[in-house]
């Protein structure tokens, strides 16, 4: 739906009386969604996101590894048309903007079982169980048998005793912490043997754990056409601070975020002047 949005958006912009500013090549107009049907419409709109994700700049970066999920064409063309094309979304304010989005999601979703409508929750009910639980901005929710957080400590504790199975319980569910224990042992960190499951790898197996994050370890920022190393950011942090098109400020300078590499702990952005800026 978001990427819908943004090439309505990106129509008003271009059509408005006043400074009309075109921000997408023409074969991107939403005009064309609006006359596609059928067949015809799912294969215009993967194109035209396809198309997009190999623009240059900013626009490149927002519709990257863009996906239609939206596979009815039926339900794609009540979207455009009557839920999206319905409003003129630049004229809104945020909180109206914010009501017919939500509007949007409960109603495409009512077409059937599966998409975006298994993971709406009415604003609502949010709302309700904020109120319940009254959350403050220190507060972090965690769970202890995440296996990125139970193997560091499951290691760190068969360095001090063998792990038994009388002592699974302790740490989670006992079956999920066998099966973790068995890939420990299959990673080479721990060994399996009769009196338990022992530590025998030589590095610190207290090194592994850490209490300041969810155990991804720190994340590079990295200035792509430098090379530059301009600061860090906890890995959770990064999922809502450093994603694929999101603003990075670091020292009074943009940059916009063009790639969230996990695997290699790295967050690269490049030296950027967006009109616009993002939020967690």
Known sequence: LTYLLFLKMAHE??????????VLPEQYSWQRLMDARGQDLEAVYTGMLQGLSREPGV?????????????????????????????????????????????????????GSSGAGQYFTPRALIEAIVDAVDPTVEDTVVDPENPHLLGPQLCAAAAELPITPEAFGWFGE??????????????????????????????????????????????????????????????????????????????????????????AH???????WPDFTTQA
């Open 266 to 272: 790295a967050v690269i952005v490049t030296r950027a």
């Open 59 to 111: 626009v490149g970066t927002i519709f990257r590894k863009a996906q239609n999920r939206i596979q009815d064409p039926a339900k794609l063309r009540r979207i455009i048309v009557d839920l999206i094309g319905a409003q003129q979304w630049s004229q809104s304010g945020t909180d109206l903007n914010g009501d017919a989005y939500e509007a949007i999601l409960a109603r495409s979703a009512s077409d």
């Open 13 to 22: 912009r271009a059509t408005r009386p006043l400074k009309p500013e075109q």
């Open 174 to 263: 006992p079956e999920r912490v066998r099966a973790l224990l068995d890939v420990l042992v299959e990673q080479g960190l721990l060994r399996r043997r009769p009196a338990g499951w022992f530590w025998t790898h030589p590095e610190h197996a207290a090194g592994m754990v850490s209490l300041r994050d969810d155990g991804g370890g720190p994340m590079d920022i990295i200035d792509a056409e430098s090379g530059a190393l301009l600061g860090t950011m906890d890995s959770p942090q990064t999922h809502y601070q450093a994603h694929p098109g999101a603003v990075y400020v670091h020292q009074d300078r943009t940059y916009l975020v063009e790639e969230l590499d996990e695997d």
